[in-house]
């Protein structure tokens, strides 16, 4: 069967929103991906799922590398602008400089990175599968730059903030569990 986009299925799901840095044959570009996901620690690996019809597609196939920035709460029009515009057809570095995001060049790829993000990772492509009717790109980790803001979050195609955690088990909760596990230990 399908999920499509869109479904009251798939907005149960809660992600992040990715900002994909890449160059090629579109040039510099970025785009927003909720499909991306920290998949190993040793190495670092990131996976993004990406519609093959994308021009950052096309760009990470060529040069084998992309940059992950992950958008920041105060980013929103990041995402929007890079989220809902081509490549191939809107040069998006510059309409995000002219309102006003700052970009550095990566230390160890060719790949821009998003001032203020979350969390910046440039990614060295390792894996490609095709996946469905989308890409995916594993990059391993080369170099990464803590940011200080939290990430935003995407759930039921809306933009959210983390405020209220909750709270883990009780302590009477915790020895329920215990005595019920303790019951079904397999030897
Ligand atoms: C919040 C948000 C999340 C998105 N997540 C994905 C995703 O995970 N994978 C994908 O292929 N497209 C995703 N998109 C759509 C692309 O970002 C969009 O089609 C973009 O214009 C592609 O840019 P490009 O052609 O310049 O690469 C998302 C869009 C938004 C706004």
Redesign the pocket.
């Known amino acids: 069967m399908d999920l499509p986009w869109g479904d009251e299925r798939c907005k149960k799901f809660v ?1 992040n ?2 900002l ?1 840095t ?1 160059h090629g044959p ?1 040039g510099n ?8 996901h920290h998949v190993s620690y040793e190495p670092g690996l990131i996976a ?4 093959p ?7 990470i196939k060529k040069t084998k590398e992309f940059g992950v920035s992950l ?1 920041a709460v105060d980013q929103n029009v990041i ?2 602008v ?9 040069d ?1 570095i510059a309409v995000l400089k002219e309102l006003g995001f700052v970009f550095s060049l990566g230390k160890k790829t060719k790949v821009l990175l998003i001032e203020g993000a979350a969390l910046n990772i440039e990614c060295k492509l390792v894996k490609t599968v095709v996946l469905g009717d ?1 890409v995916m790109f594993v990059g391993e980790a080369l170099a990464t730059k803590l940011g200080e803001k939290e990430p935003i979050v ?1 759930h039921a195609g809306k ?1 959210w903030k983390l405020e209220t955690s909750i709270a883990k088990p009780s302590p009477v909760d915790m020895e329920k569990q215990a005595k019920v596990i303790g019951k079904y230990k397999k030897k």
Not at 29 to 36: F, H, L, V
Not at 82 to 90: F, I, K, P
């Open positions: 992600t929103v990715g994909i890449s579109h570009n970025i785009m927003a991906a909720e499909w991306t993004i799922c990406l519609d019809e994308h021009a950052t597609t096309a760009n958008c995402s929007s890079s989220g809902t515009n081509c490549g191939r057809d809107v998006k989308h995407l933009y």
